[in-house]
């Protein structure tokens, strides 16, 4: 249908019957339930309830079910928690950096990466608490006025860690939200009773006109500026946890960009990690194409040589250091106790990658999926070997300990990825997973001036 002479113009991109199509395709997972997603959904919830089980009975029977023992009382807990704020970096980087630079590639991956990092800032937020054990004094870890007159210490890295990550948990949440408003619009037109009145109300009145758009481009514009500091800083107040310390293998100055590259290269795998499936099930291939996924492994390679980098230097300062203590701490990592996640953290973070070099292989979906998975598996292992090896082997022999996980521990590992994974399976069902508005730009780009991308 044609719309009248002179209304072309004034009609919302989100309404034009030239690339109306876009709407139906991508909103279309909100509407049915395939049986693998009904099937990884049940397997999400049931995870997190035996998560919650095993944490009822840590907290009945006290932290010692755990693995920790003298001299390590950093562990699985802490490596997690590590481990799931660097997967959030990979949404803030693609949405606020890459918009920055005018990548147009990232607009059919942004939507679903923004997600990744809101619960992936959810799930790691929950590991500081479970770590204290008595899970009802975790307000001793906010800065507040009280009647006991106790402070936390403002000088410790583990505050600066609350006060980082609650920053980039709202940064990051707002930057969601705001890129959600025209695509809830979207779908409020289309929905009927309850839902209507939800997305009505979640809308905030957005009707597409002219100055809505221009106050939505400017916000978006100016959270990127915001959020865009909060990559590289967020992960660099982590790492000086162990940074500021004077711990073997851990007082270094390259902590900050060494972790920050981790971050990244995680967070890229968990992205890909997760798009592949939902493409796959919910048919979006005319939508995320081989060339999202060509650049997106192009990132994951540069990440990973700069991984590679990072662990060389490590080895190399310490060894050109001389000092005692930092050459046996990493002597150890490689041929000590811990030798065997030493060794799948450099072949999953630095060697396996390398085979992106081949073109096919970086639009190869079950190849990527795979390597995706060996790369998350190493950069949980990486955090693993840079806690626990150096906890495990200080400075005197006599204090020496060994790690051993715990069936607890393991259990609530698995339930973590299932928590996450529960959060973004329920989010595919209530908005879509891409852009519409960014991606509807690209189809009328193209359709105007010819591009092929």
């Given amino acids: 249908m044609t719309p009248p002479p002179g209304m072309a113009d004034t009609m919302s991109p989100l309404e034009r019957p030239r690339d109306s199509r876009a709407n139906i395709d991508i909103i279309a997972p909100t509407k049915g339930a395939p049986w693998p997603y009904l099937m990884m959904l049940a397997i999400a919830i049931i995870g997190v309830i035996q998560a919650v089980i095993i944490l009822a009975y840590q907290a ?20 997690t928690f590590v481990f799931w704020i660097g997967i959030g970096h990979a949404g803030t980087l693609i949405s606020a950096i890459l918009f920055l630079f005018r990548a147009k ?10 997600a990744l990092t809101v619960f992936a800032v959810m799930t790691a937020g929950l590991f500081p608490i479970l770590h204290l054990g008595r899970l009802w004094k975790v307000y001793f870890l906010i ?20 006060f980082a990550i609650s920053t980039y948990a709202s940064i990051s949440i707002v930057f969601f939200y705001i890129g959600l408003i025209p695509d809830i619009a979207a779908m409020r037109d289309r929905a009927t009773g309850g839902k209507k009145v939800a997305y009505t109300i979640l809308a905030l009145g957005w009707q597409g006109t002219g100055p809505q758009w221009k106050a939505h481009s400017r916000s978006v514009l100016h959270l990127s500026g915001l959020a865009t500091p909060l990559v590289l800083s967020v992960h660099s107040v982590v790492s000086w946890d162990f940074a500021m310390s004077i711990v073997p293998g851990w007082h270094a100055t390259i902590f900050a960009p060494y972790f920050v590259a981790g971050a990244v290269f995680g967070g890229f795998a968990m992205v890909l990690n997760v798009l592949i499936p939902v493409r796959r099930i919910f048919r979006l291939e005319k939508y995320l194409t081989n060339y999202h996924f060509e650049n997106m492994s192009k990132f994951l390679l540069l990440t990973s ?22 050459q046996s701490s990493f002597w150890l990592r490689l041929f000590g106790p811990y ?35 060996f790369i998350n598996l190493g950069m949980w292992f990486e955090r693993y070997v840079i ?26 590992i698995v339930g973590s990825f299932c928590w996450f994974s529960m959060w973004f399976l329920l989010f595919l069902k209530a908005f879509p997973v891409i852009a519409i508005s960014e991606v509807k730009e690209l189809i009328i780009h193209e359709k105007d001036h010819g591009g092929s991308h």
């Fill in 60 to 79: 009945y029977v006290g932290l010692g079910v755990a693995g920790y023992q003298q001299p390590i009382f950093w562990g699985v807990y802490i490596i």
């Fill in 105 to 114: 590639w990232r607009n059919a991956v942004n939507r679903g990466a923004e």
């Fill in 143 to 162: 800065p507040y006025p009280n009647q006991r007159q106790l402070w936390v210490n403002f000088k410790s890295p583990l505050l600066w860690d609350v």
């Fill in 305 to 326: 040589t700069i991984c590679g980098y990072a662990y060389f230097a490590e080895y190399f300062i310490a060894w050109y250091s001389g000092v005692e203590f930092e």
């Fill in 339 to 373: 030798w065997l996640s030493t060794w799948c953290m450099i072949i999953f973070n630095v060697v396996f990658p390398q085979l992106l070099w081949i073109k096919r292989l970086r639009t190869n979906l079950p190849f990527l999926f795979g390597l995706c998975f």
């Fill in 387 to 412: 806690i626990i090896t150096s906890l495990s082997r200080e400075y005197i022999p006599g204090t020496w300990g060994l790690y051993i996980i715990s069936p607890v521990e393991i259990a609530v």
